[in-house]
């Protein structure tokens, strides 16, 4: 393996995202841009819209390059469609990166992907896909993939989704996690929380956390909330975290007041960070399928915060490798409001699964390991 001349300029790498947005693929790659080797590499931040990712920026005076556009790759169907889209973005993305001196173009999700696969490679760039979801079989990503220089999946899940077999530029590297919150005391984020939202001094407290999208559950989640409701005779509270998408938190509301349970309901919108919330929960509920990973999982076992995950997708590698919570079957009530409610009723069952799945979660998703994984495939692009 070669690795970069630390005599020479660092390596210039572009990092381009839509920015209206924000979600778990944003946090992890932001924690690598932090913690890479500046000697090394130096990365630029490129933002295509304003919102969500640019106000984050701001708010952690984090710089960042906006560069317009007006639409993306794949944002209409049909062949001329993304013909007439490329045209109209293809001189734009190649003159910024000649007029940046950039090396590797690294994109994190579909829309990203498919707009700079092809001006990257007629830059002369390097061009690194990270793979944050399932795979789709579209005609167009079986195209653009192949102008990938490496292929970064983020679990084995993902890897195994891909439709056409990997080949040896495909690599799983896990994402990355912050030993930061560590330390945070549970007891006085409840607290605070408790206190907040108007509850009961021993309520306990059942969360979700993720964007509000059918593939996440929160549907699922108020109707397994009102089973757990009807049976369990201690103060209980929900509490969803997460930016409503298209429309979701009114279909949530619908259903709250269906079942009656709206009182027990706490929406909280879009919060970062998210640990001291995740701390003040006593059981995090992750109905999600098909996810990728499961970014708040693991977030949530590193405060401590035991897990009911839907037996899908990453889900359930992350749960095998550390096991503070349970696995449910998919979409059942059932299943889901017993696992959590066996928690709640035994809070000093999970105390030795807290240890065991604190130190397996930094074997495996520690920010060294994966910058210097990241570091070592960046090096090798370059000198492939």
Known sequence: ??????????????????????????LSTLLLIENLDRNRFEPLVVLHEEGQLS?????????????PLKNYIGAKPGILNNIVLLIQIIF??????????????????ARMHYSWAIPARLAGCKFIWHQRAIFYNTGLMKVLIRFSHQVVCISQYVLSSYPYGATSKFRIINNPFSANQL????????????????????????GFCGNLVEQKRPVFFVEMAAKILASYSKPVAFVMVGA???????????SLKQLNIEHRFHLLGFISPIEQVLAAFDVLAAPAV?????????ESMIVGTPVVAADSGGHSEIMHNCPLGVLAAV??????????????????????????SLDKIYQLYSIENHVEQIMNLYDDSIAS
């Open 244 to 254: 409503d998408r298209n429309g979701m938190s009114d279909q949530i509301v619908a």
């Open 183 to 206: 330390n945070l005391s549970r007891t006085e984020y409840k607290k605070k929380l408790v206190e907040q939202l108007g509850l009961e001094d021993d309520c306990s407290l059942v």
């Open 1 to 26: 393996m070669s690795k970069s001349n630390k005599s020479s300029p660092p390596i210039r790498i572009c990092f381009p995202f839509v920015g209206s947005t924000m979600g778990g693929s944003h």
């Open 92 to 109: 734009i993305l190649v003159n910024f990166l000649w007029k940046n001196r950039i090396s590797i173009v690294h994109t994190q999700d």
């Open 331 to 356: 979409d059942d009530v059932d299943d889901f409001s017993n696992s959590i409610l066996g928690l709640l009723d035994n809070p000093d069952s999970i105390d030795i699964a807290r240890k065991e």
């Open 55 to 67: 106000n984050y920026l701001n708010e952690h005076g984090a710089p960042y390059t906006l560069l």
């Open 290 to 298: 098909k996810e990728g990973f499961g970014r708040t999982l693991v």
